[in-house]
C-alpha cells in the first residue's frame, strides 16, 4: 500500500470516529482569538473548532500530512510549517491571519513534550488578540506511548471535555524577559487544565 493510500484511509478513519465523540466546553472563546493546546491532545480541538472559521499551524511533517488532509476535509484553512522548518514565513501568515480562530499547538511538531515555545504568545503580542489555552480530556482513548507527544486518539462515543483559560492579554510592551515568564506561566497553566 503506498504512503498517499495510507494518508487517506488513516484520515477518513478519524474523521468517521470523530462524528460520535461528544464533546463539551466551559466556554467559548471570543472570536478573533489564539488557542493554544499541546500536540498530544489535539484531535479533540481541532474538531470542535471546525464548526468555525479557523486556521490552522501544521508541520511539514509525514504526519503533518495526514493532518493536513484532516484538517482540509474539516474546513479549516492551513498554514504549512513549524519553528524549526520555515519558521519566518509561518509566523508572517499567522500575523496576518483574519480567520475567528488561530490554533496552534505551542509544543509542536516535535517537542519537547509539553514545553510552550514562544509562537503563539508572540504572535498574540504582536496582533493584540487574545490568547486562550485549551485543555483538552478525553474519556474513552488510545494513547501512543511510545510517541515523542504521547498522542490520544479519541475512540467512538467518547466524550471529551475542552477546558478553556481565561483569555490572556499580552501587552505589547513587555520586553524580552517578561515575555518568557508569560510562556513559563501558560506552560504551568495548561497542564493545569489538561488535570482539571
Known amino acids: ?54 486556521t490552522a499551524v501544521v508541520s511539514m511533517s509525514k504526519d503533518g500530512e ?19 522548518k520555515g519558521s519566518k514565513d509561518v509566523l508572517e501568515a499567522m500575523l496576518m491571519d483574519q480567520s475567528d480562530y488561530l490554533l496552534i499547538t505551542p509544543d509542536g511538531p516535535r517537542g519537547p513534550y509539553q514545553r510552550f515555545k514562544a509562537g503563539a504568545v508572540v504572535v498574540a503580542q504582536r496582533t493584540g488578540k487574545p490568547l486562550y489555552l485549551c485543555g483538552c480530556r478525553v474519556n474513552i482513548k488510545k494513547v501512543f506511548s511510545k510517541s515523542w507527544d504521547r498522542f490520544e486518539l479519541p475512540l467512538f462515543f467518547t466524550s471529551i471535555k475542552l477546558s478553556f483559560s481565561d483569555k490572556i492579554l499580552i501587552s505589547k510592551d513587555l520586553d524580552r524577559e517578561q515575555i518568557n515568564k508569560m510562556i513559563r506561566e501558560c506552560e504551568i497553566r495548561l497542564n493545569e487544565l489538561n488535570n482539571c
Request: with cysteine; proline share 1%; charged share 20%.
Open 1 to 54: 500500500m503506498n504512503l498517499e493510500l495510507k494518508h487517506i484511509i488513516a484520515c477518513q478513519s478519524i474523521h468517521l470516529i470523530s462524528k460520535t465523540w461528544r464533546i463539551e466546553n466551559n466556554i467559548v472563546p471570543e472570536r478573533n482569538s489564539i488557542i493554544a493546546f499541546w500536540h498530544g491532545k489535539m484531535l479533540g480541538v481541532w474538531r470542535y473548532f471546525s464548526s468555525y472559521s479557523s
Open 66 to 84: 495526514i493532518l493536513s488532509r484532516l484538517l482540509s476535509k474539516w474546513n479549516y484553512e492551513l498554514i504549512r510549517g513549524s519553528s524549526s
